[in-house]
């Protein structure tokens, strides 16, 4: 393959057929033409495909009489699509695609094996806003509760003492929330 030299670098492309290189041979050795325009249809005459804007160019500049019509000059011909260059990446846009890369990898391999590895309980406790009122609001119910047993408890022993009943509530309701704090938080989810 020859090299190209690109003339006009944009624009619409045209692949190289009979009827293009004849006329480009031909205007190539016309000698009412400049010598660029003639250098011109020569180095095309060689090219897979030709610039539609120089094509053009050069058939305006041939004589009427001698020169094809352009639409029956160009028929037969097929456009030529090039693929524009590839876009440079900034190195944190490769960085971020290589770990999106890395984590499709590994969600893809974790789906393969989900079958034969033990599963992980990947829920953390009290994730949710709900979970953690759920859990507020049944500590206080317990704890109250457990003040309740405890001032019940001590007003039937001693009587009507104010001081001996709060003193029997406190203890209990302590002993209600230790024993709370130590159960797995998977027991104490509260749904509503």
Not at 8 to 28: I, Y
Request: aromatic share 10%; hydrophobic share 35%; glycine share 6%.
């Amino acid at each position: 393959m020859t090299e190209t030299k690109d003339i006009h670098p944009h624009g619409l492309l045209l692949a190289n057929n009979e009827k293009l290189r004849a006329f480009l041979l031909s205007t190539s050795q016309n000698q009412q033409l400049s010598d660029e325009l003639r250098e011109i249809a020569s180095d095309l005459y060689s090219q897979d495909s030709i610039p539609y804007s120089s094509l053009k160019t050069l058939w305006g500049a041939s004589q009427s009489c001698s020169r094809p019509k352009l639409i029956h000059l160009v028929s037969g011909s097929s456009f030529v699509f090039l693929s524009p260059k590839p876009r440079e990446k900034s190195e944190e846009l490769k960085e971020r695609l290589q770990k999106l890369t890395e984590l499709a990898e590994r969600k893809a391999y974790n789906e393969l094996v989900k079958d034969i590895t033990p599963r992980k309980d990947s829920t953390e406790p009290f994730s949710s806003y709900k979970d953690q009122i759920g859990f507020g609001l049944h500590v206080v119910l317990i704890m109250f509760t457990g003040y309740l047993v405890g001032y019940a408890t001590f007003r039937a022993l001693f009587g009507h003492s104010a001081v001996m009943n709060a003193a029997g509530g406190v203890p209990v309701m302590q002993q209600a929330k230790r024993s709370i704090y130590s159960c797995p938080p998977n027991l104490l989810r509260f749904h509503w």
